[in-house]
């Protein structure tokens, strides 16, 4: 506690229920995290009652490792470190009560880029706004980013293919592209049913 400043003590110490902390890189987060953990173990909290999750294996098993070196030995036993991903998996798969899907595969990236170059295979021959040849990951990307950003399409477009190019950017004029993306689309659908 003693090597954090004011705000990240007050959030490493906070009492109430729900906390979120906003700050830029590099400014200190990992560090309010260790101390929050700590904390909540030194007050009594059961430390399989802490879940930390980040983006990558690496840095979620790195804080629990952190965690565990500042306590005595054994205090810190049954924290869990996990990414939101594998987390959200083994709910997914814990709870068949909850989650009635009985059985599913998941794609990683290499079967999403084979599956899209199976697709592209058959009808390759777009070419972007500047001439370019648009390849079958930066389509993938288009689409990735389309779902998880719950935007349109042209604004995946914009984004990914155009280097976040402004809205002035006509991407409808892409129409080769729009509609060739489209029917891929619809083709990734239907492939990942037969997985
Ligand atoms: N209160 C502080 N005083 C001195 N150094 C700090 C303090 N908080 C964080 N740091 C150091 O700053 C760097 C970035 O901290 P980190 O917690 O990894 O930031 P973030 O997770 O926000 O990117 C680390 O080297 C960390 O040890
Ligand atoms: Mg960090």
């Not at 952190?66 to 594998?86: D, Y």
């Not at 990951?137 to 990735?144: F, N, Q, R, T, W």
């Not at 991407?171 to 993306?181: M, Y």
């Amino acid at each position: 506690m003693d090597t954090l400043n004011e705000q990240q003590r007050y959030a490493a110490s906070y009492n109430g229920k729900h906390l979120l902390v906003l700050a830029g890189a590099g400014t200190g987060k990992t560090r309010t995290i260790i101390a929050r953990a700590k904390f909540l173990i030194e007050t009594g909290v059961s430390p399989d009652r802490i879940l930390i999750l980040s983006f990558t294996r690496k840095s979620a098993n790195e804080i629990v490792e952190r965690i565990s070196a500042e306590l005595p030995e054994t205090k810190s036993e049954g924290l869990t470190g996990s990414t939101f991903h594998s987390w959200c998996m083994s709910l997914i798969k814990n709870h068949p009560e909850i989650f009635p899907q009985a059985s599913f595969t998941l794609l990683d990236e290499d079967d999403q880029e084979s599956c899209f170059k199976l697709i592209c295979g058959r009808h390759w021959k777009y070419k972007g706004l500047n001439d370019r040849t648009i390849k079958p990951d930066a389509i993938l990307e288009v689409y990735s980013y389309m779902v998880n950003a719950m935007c349109s399409l042209s604004s995946a477009i914009r984004m990914k293919l155009y280097d976040n190019a402004p809205e002035t950017l006509d991407v409808s004029k892409d129409n080769d592209v729009l509609k060739g993306v489209i029917s891929m689309y619809l083709d990734y659908k239907k492939k990942k049913k037969i997985y």
